[in-house]
């Protein structure tokens, strides 16, 4: 048998790009807007979500300059817990039955005064300057004038060095703006006050991990771990991946889920989003790898099964393709049956009849 003579036409890329990289789904989403007893729109209100039956469930949004937030949802007929917090406001808890889907708008009204009482948690400030400031600096925050922001918080805290929102704020702002070691030092006043908010938590760990504190960082990551937020960060920077591998950026998609997985290992749709761009820019050993960690686990997972098989077609690795052409035969039978062959064709041309058989 002569190769030049029984060599089957390799089909190199199938059809195989399946739509890996799906963003989250979901099934519901609140529009919020939060008033003063005036019905004045309240900005730099921090809302936070949680459910007692999605206990992974934790959702943080901050007020536009119109009062308004938004929460995605993937579950109904649960029930929600929303918190709204803001310095000068009385903190407020509440709960909603959801059962439908779709986009639905609601509406509350937050009292003047110390944010005392929910949950026991302290007054923010009785320094009217300080909220004033902190306010201002929020609203900057939201139109990203940092600079401004950072000043105003600041500002806030010369008035109430007490005012761990405005500590937290700082520390967020801070990061943005480049200065990790000052976000650090700002995050640590507002937990040794009290805080255990995520965004603190985060821009905590953010901070130490750009200065190479490899040690803080850990212990930071350990916090955030505790709250349930490092999965639901490595979700957001896998949904940043999304957006990128939609816009054509495969380079840079790989690097986002490479970054959402140092944060949760196991966390499937980034190493298929892996996977796929790594395959889109010609890294196919990492390619492989990552569809090889999808099958461990799902081991019928067909877009996995295909990124391994073209992986392996490009590395020209003989081992590793008769494994993937193996993996993919119930899907794709007759490339498989043909690949395989070929494979026992240039074995035998070549006197390797162990291959061969």
């Known amino acids: 048998m002569r190769t030049k003579t029984h060599t089957l036409a390799w089909l190199l890329f199938l059809i195989w790009m399946v739509p890996a990289l799906a963003s989250a789904e979901r099934l519901a989403k609140l529009v919020g807007k939060v008033v003063d007893p005036q019905g004045n729109p309240i900005s730099g209100v921090t809302v936070t979500a949680t459910s007692a039956e999605i206990p992974d469930y934790k959702a943080i949004q901050v007020t536009n300059k119109k009062g308004m937030f938004t929460l995605d949802f993937e579950k109904i007929d649960v029930t929600y817990r929303y918190r709204f917090d803001s310095p000068g406001y009385q903190s407020m808890e509440t709960q909603q039955e959801w059962h439908l889907l779709g986009s639905q708008y609601y509406e509350w009204t937050m009292q003047p005064g110390e944010s005392a009482a929910v949950g026991g948690v302290p007054a923010a400030s009785t320094s009217q300057p300080a909220i004033l400031a902190y306010n201002s600096g929020i609203t900057a925050f939201k139109a ?3 600079a401004t922001a ?3 918080l600041k500002e806030s805290v010369g ?9 937290g704020a700082l520390s967020t702002v801070q990061l ?9 030092e700002a995050a640590e006043k507002a937990i040794a006050l009290g805080s255990a908010d995520e965004p603190v938590l985060l821009a905590r760990w953010k901070a130490y991990r750009n200065l190479k504190d490899d040690a803080k960082a850990a212990e930071a990551l350990k916090d955030l771990d505790k709250v349930g937020r490092q999965t639901e960060e490595a979700k957001r920077i896998h949904n940043e991946g999304v957006a990128l591998s939609k816009a054509g950026d ?18 499937q749709p980034s190493q298929l989003g892996l996977a796929t761009a790594a395959l889109r820019i010609g890294k196919n050993a990492e390619a492989a790898a990552a569809a090889e960690n999808i099958l461990k686990a799902d081991p019928k997972n067909e877009a996995a099964i295909r990124i391994r098989y073209n992986a392996c077609l490009n590395l020209g ?13 119930p899907i794709e039978p007759a490339i498989a049956r043909n690949g395989l062959l070929r494979l026992a064709f240039e074995a035998y041309d070549v006197n390797d009849m162990v291959v061969a058989k």
């Open 144 to 146: 990203k004038d940092y």
């Open 150 to 152: 950072e000043a105003k």
């Open 159 to 167: 008035h109430d060095p007490n005012l761990r929102q405005a500590w």
């Open 176 to 184: 943005e703006l480049g200065h990790n070691q000052e976000a650090a």
């Open 250 to 267: 495969y380079a840079g998609a790989f690097a986002k889920y490479q970054e959402a997985l140092t944060l949760d290992p196991n966390f």
């Open 317 to 329: 690795d003989p081992a590793g393709l008769i494994n993937a052409l193996v993996g993919l035969a």
